[in-house]
């Protein structure tokens, strides 16, 4: 019977002994709560915060709202599909350029094409590349732990913008140390990327985008400069970081149960094929970033072929769908479209005997 529970025949005594047990009990066994402890713990907090960052990007945030709102949709076509053009740009030198090319190298790039995508990944207005690419490989070296930059068993808040309101965990920046990143030196776009970043980032992520339409066809500069700086930014920002929060917790994972990324197609069709994330976790040095070239909008794998045909991009690694199969049926959650209704061996094992037929 449950606590403070009672029966037809001595209910109310067996009600009131219950209680006074409890309230023996807890007099006898609560911790007295350390003010002290807690107090110390909130100023720890504080100081891990970076107030710059919350400022910003709140303020940001708040701007994009009331942009949003504000925004006269219908009268400004040429300036919305201005920005997806340029989006477009931003999507391509993120995917295929900072993520599979320089972070994975699942492909090799030719030095025009380098250069072609560092000057699209600049239009993000993201952090150098360098430091993009060492966090990113911390994240699949680490994923899941303390030395993740966006670590996702500390909520979606967190691994979507909460990492970025704080300075990094220790061991973000001990692990971090570790990671080799000597094929970035090497490469002399990335270097004139890293020194000349300020300007580069201004000029590509902020002024062009602004200045163009009303230059180029009289659009009014608020609507312009407005839609540049807070509108495309912040959505960029956002469909970026959904590929850290969104993609590690809403989706299958036909290729990998244990991990927590998963397949998200919202993410991947707003990141240009990047939410393919249990696939991408499975097999990182794969160009397509997900096992179908082209689903969920996979603009990146589209245009590192289009650049392979002119031979500025080879040597594109992709596994195979023998490999494919085989990781699914040994490791997947069972929702591949093709070979999910196979159960694996393992989870066969799990099955209790009496299920079996
Ligand atoms: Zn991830
Ligand atoms: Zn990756």
């Not at 913008?161 to 001990?174: A, N, Q, S, Y």
């Not at 290729?255 to 197609?265: K, L, V, Y």
Request: charged residues 20%; proline residues 5%.
């Amino acid at each position: 019977m449950p606590p403070n529970s009672t029966d037809e025949s001595n209910g109310n005594l067996k009600v009131t002994q219950t209680t006074e047990y409890s309230r023996e009990y807890s007099k006898q066994d609560a911790e007295p709560v350390n003010y002290t402890k807690k107090w110390n713990e909130f100023k720890y907090f504080i100081s891990q915060l970076k107030w710059f960052n919350i400022i910003l990007l709140t303020t940001l945030h708040l701007a994009f709202v009331w942009a949003v709102i504000a925004f006269p949709w219908l009268q400004r076509g040429r300036l919305i599909l201005w920005h997806a053009f340029f989006f477009h740009l931003t999507a391509f030198g993120v995917g295929a350029g900072a993520h599979r090319l320089w972070c994975h190298r699942t492909y090799k790039a030719k030095f025009p094409l380098r250069v072609l995508l560092m000057l699209c990944y600049t239009t993000a207005g993201h952090n150098p590349l360098f430091y993009w690419v060492r966090d990113h490989r911390v994240h699949h070296k680490f994923t899941d732990t303390d030395a993740d930059p966006h670590n996702s068993t500390r909520g979606f808040f967190f691994s979507h913008i909460g990492w970025l309101f704080m300075k990094k965990h220790p061991d973000v920046l001990r692990k971090g140390k570790e990671i080799d990143m000597s094929d970035l030196w090497e490469d002399p776009v990335i270097r004139f990327h890293q020194k000349y970043f300020i300007p580069l980032t201004l000029t590509l992520g902020f002024i062009i985008p602004a200045i163009v339409p009303p230059l180029v066809w009289g659009q009014d500069w608020f609507w312009s400069i407005i839609s540049s700086a807070v509108g495309r930014y912040v959505f960029v920002l956002n469909f970026t970081w959904m590929v850290n929060s969104a993609a590690h917790m809403w989706g299958t994972k036909p290729f990998d149960n244990s991990i927590s990324p998963t397949e998200n197609r919202l993410v991947s069709m707003f990141c240009f094929g990047e939410g393919w994330h249990n696939y991408h976790h499975t097999f990182p040095w794969d160009y397509k970033a997900a096992e179908l070239k082209y689903a969920g909008y996979n603009g990146s794998s589209f245009f590192i072929e289009l650049f392979g045909k002119l031979g500025w991009a080879y040597d594109l690694k992709s596994a195979s769908p023998e490999l494919v199969k085989k990781v699914v049926l040994k490791a997947g959650d069972g929702s591949h479209l093709v070979w999910g209704k196979e159960v694996p061996e393992s989870e066969e094992d799990k099955i209790p005997k009496a299920t079996k037929q």
